[in-house]
């Protein structure tokens, strides 16, 4: 069995830096990171203050990032996003933030385009098509009453 060597705590502190000036990285994933590298914990405490000092690690701004590219990129709904954020052990006052500042214009924009491209691909009759609608919708964590909005209007539409 190959026994993995630890990394000194300097080593992983300069690896840390690097990593998360390429890439936003939470608290919890820092963590994650110095328990695979095999990091004694009771230097994660003064790891993790030190990168926060420097503003390598920041909960607000990672949660914005993560909130921006889940909505504009993947197209997750706030539900799947604020699921995922508590995961990773961000504080609920951060997670609402962030959502906050996606447009509600944009996001209702990016739901209905989402729903239409998906409209495309099922068939049945109208009550099955909304319905699917509604359960793919909820798998991808749009929230219910935006939904409900879109799904009403196909519905008319047919």
Not at 29 to 43: F, G, N, T
Request: hydrophobic share 40%; charged share 35%.
């Amino acid at each position: 069995m190959i026994e993995k060597k630890s990394l000194s705590t300097a080593e992983a502190l300069a690896k840390l830096q690097k990593i998360c000036s390429a890439q936003e990285k939470c608290p919890a994933d820092v963590i994650l990171l110095l328990k695979r590298w095999s990091v004694p914990q009771q230097h994660h405490t003064g790891i993790m203050n030190r990168l926060k000092e420097e503003h390598f690690v920041d909960e607000r701004r990672f949660a914005t990032a993560f909130v921006r590219d889940k909505v504009f990129l993947d197209h997750w709904g706030f539900v799947k996003i604020r699921y995922f954020l508590r995961q990773k052990r961000i504080p609920l006052n951060l997670i609402d933030e962030a959502c906050r500042r996606i447009d509600r214009n944009d996001y209702a924009g990016m739901i209905r385009k989402e729903l239409e491209k998906k409209k495309k691909t099922v068939k049945g009759t109208s009550r099955e098509i909304w319905a699917k609608l509604a359960r793919y919708g909820s798998s991808r964590g749009y929230e219910m009453d935006i939904m409900h909005e879109f799904l009403d209007d196909m519905a008319r539409d047919d």
